[in-house]
């Protein structure tokens, strides 16, 4: 047995690897095929109030369509993340012009929408 001390975040934990012995053989499977990732919508638009995504996700679903006019707290989409779905509310009324497409994974302060 190997170990080894891997950190994460600043926190570091001790791992203890088994070998495989020479005599032993491995089976490697084929690779599953990799979806092709969604299209981005275009670029949202830069006058306006930008909608942030608050952490990482999926954008599971855009619940008005691009142009619409919409409410201050009105849903507008659902951002999945660690299995949960959340939905992000416009900040103000306008029209909303989508910076993200439905499947599309965003990071932390990515720009979903803004509202102008």
């Known amino acids: 047995m190997r170990n080894f001390v891997v950190t994460i975040d600043g926190k570091s934990y ?68 660690m299995k949960m779905d959340n939905e992000i509310t416009a900040p103000c009324d306008g029209k909303v012009t989508f910076g993200v497409a439905k499947g599309a994974n965003v990071e932390t302060n990515a720009v979903l929408a803004v509202i102008s």
């Open 14 to 81: 001790s791992v203890g690897v088994e070998e495989v012995g020479a005599g032993e053989s491995t089976v490697v499977s084929k690779p599953a095929p990799v979806a092709e990732a969604p299209k981005a919508a275009p670029k949202a638009a830069v006058d306006g109030e930008k909608v942030l995504s608050p952490f990482p996700g999926l954008i599971k679903n855009l619940l008005v369509a691009d142009g619409s006019a919409v409410k201050k707290d009105q849903p507008i989409m659902v951002l999945e993340a």
